[in-house]
């Protein structure tokens, strides 16, 4: 899998500054004044940072912003990038300006001068995460990866505050390498393989297959892959780093690859389709922090692993299925296909683990991208306190999510002439019609949060702290939600 960049924590020794190869990074407060470090390289430079700091560009620039100057005289490096940063930033400004330096490394060395600079973990964490580069399928030789050395007064306590975030910088890697990749590449065998690999952290990791999936009576999933010749399956994840208490449950959709099923998609944009298992990724890099950082919660990760395929044996629209639950479903339109994977992987959550509660994820619908954008992921839930607990994480860490209504009303769209239910609404609420949908197979005593993340999964443009394509979002917010709540 693509692994962050290594940043090394070091003592600071301005007499390597004027040696050093690569780009040297100094932080000057809004207020212009330089600390230490800044004022060696201003010394080296014949006052060329003075000179920057005391202009217009400096003034105009934002927390977090980064400028460079090039070929500086005295100075071994070819270049001196300065961040506008205070002393005691934000952690999103931290970020920022991590991820700023990510942009500007350009596969040089670099040494950052961080002096007694607040959150010095928070930039590192910045520049880990905007420092991806998915290459795994391009033949041109390996771009250059720079070292990195950040030089502040403390480095034995700065490097064990920067290890838990890490380990969720690697766990963001694992969610974006799985939603990048090509689905003739990340078939469900080789989804669940890489998920089976991750035994070696510590995690209990099962994989049911078809034939156990039928004897439970996973029926929906199944008829959602039974037109593939992709094998279905459900994998699930146990991290037991609690005491004795219930598990916390995290569902995901994994769907390899969505063609609509017989319910064809248009051609345009359907390459795009390889990221609807997206909520089993964003699943499996929550698990793979937590096993890393050695979380002190009981979590359990199921993700249901299917492939959405026209063909003979394909499910059509007018079948009537029967869940796991016993309900049975009338499938108006088999590309409405996610809630059919997540409703039996809900329900078998529940009968097994009795969790605390659940959270599922899911490229589900692109009304919610019409409806929020890609800003911000859809949080449905039938608990205020659950929801205001995940907004309130992914707020902190910088993740949009934004709680959307639900209500007795809509169900009215799901009903259906000959079975329980409808598998879709139509096109008016239709975000809120899946959502309604899924809340059938949660048990009322089960705090639940569904997160539709179809426009926050994956971006066409690069974001505050990704190149374009997969993002992760979803990794961060929800490690922070169990450390936040769960963990003892």
Not at 87 to 101: E, F, H, I, M, T
Not at 200 to 226: F, H, N, Y
Not at 337 to 364: C, S
Request: hydrophobic residues 45%; neutral net charge; contains cysteine.
């Amino acid at each position: 899998m693509t692994t962050p960049a290594e940043i090394h924590f070091k003592s600071v020794d301005l007499d390597a500054v004027a040696r050093a190869p690569g780009k040297i990074v100094v932080f000057v407060d809004h207020d212009g004044k330089l600390d230490a470090g800044a004022r060696k390289v201003n010394t080296l430079t014949r006052k060329a940072l003075a000179r920057f700091v005391d202009s217009t560009g400096f003034e105009k620039m934002a927390a977090g912003d980064l400028s460079s100057i090039a070929y500086p005289t005295g100075l071994v490096a070819e270049a001196v990038c300065v961040i506008k940063l205070g002393r005691r930033p934000s952690s999103q400004d931290a970020r920022k300006a991590g991820a700023q330096l990510a942009k500007a490394q350009g596969g040089k060395d670099l040494l950052i001068l961080g002096g007694t600079i607040a959150r010095a973990d928070e930039i590192a964490l910045g520049l880990a995460l905007r420092g991806y580069d998915f290459d795994a399928h391009k033949t041109a030789a390996a771009k250059p990866k720079g070292k990195i050395a950040f030089m502040v007064s403390k480095p034995e306590e700065v490097a064990k505050s920067a290890a838990p975030m890490a380990a969720i910088a690697e766990g963001v890697f694992f969610t974006r390498d799985l939603t990048n990749e090509p689905a003739n590449v990340l078939t469900t065998d080789d989804f669940a393989a890489r998920l089976a690999a991750m035994q070696d952290l510590g995690l209990d990791v099962e994989i049911l297959e078809e034939e156990e999936l039928a004897k439970l009576g996973m029926r929906t999933l199944l008829s959602v892959g039974q037109g593939s010749a992709s094998p279905s399956k459900v994998v699930v994840m146990k991290w037991n780093g609690g005491g004795d208490e219930a598990p916390f449950a995290l569902v995901g959709k994994g769907v390899v690859f969505d063609t609509g099923g017989i319910s064809l998609k248009p051609a345009d944009g359907m390459e795009d389709m390889t990221m609807d298992m997206g909520g089993a990724g964003v699943v499996s890099g929550v698990m793979r922090a937590l096993a890393l950082r050695k979380a002190k919660a009981n979590v359990v990760g199921l993700v249901g692993l299917v492939e959405n395929m026209p063909s003979g044996t394909a499910t059509r629209p007018g079948d009537v299925i029967k869940s796991m639950k016993g309900d049975t479903i009338e499938v108006i339109n088999t590309d409405a296909e996610g809630r059919l994977v997540l409703a039996d992987v809900l329900w078998y959550a529940q009968e097994r683990f009795k969790p605390v509660g659940m959270i599922n994820l899911a490229t589900l619908t692109g009304a919610m991208i019409i409806a929020l954008g890609h800003e911000n992921a859809g949080v449905f839930s039938n608990s205020d306190a659950l929801s205001a607990a995940f907004v309130k994480a992914a707020k902190t860490e910088g993740e949009g999510a934004w709680r959307m209504p639900m209500g007795p009303a809509y169900d009215d769209l799901l009903k259906s002439r000959i079975a329980d239910m409808k598998n879709t609404g139509g096109r008016p609420a239709g975000s809120i019609t899946a959502a309604q949908f899924l809340q059938r197979f949660v048990k009322d005593d089960v705090p639940w949060a569904h997160l539709d993340i179809a426009g926050t999964a994956s971006a066409k443009k690069e974001t505050a702290l990704a190149p374009a394509g997969a993002t992760g979002w979803g990794v961060m917010a929800l490690n922070r939600f169990i450390a936040d709540n769960y963990e003892s």
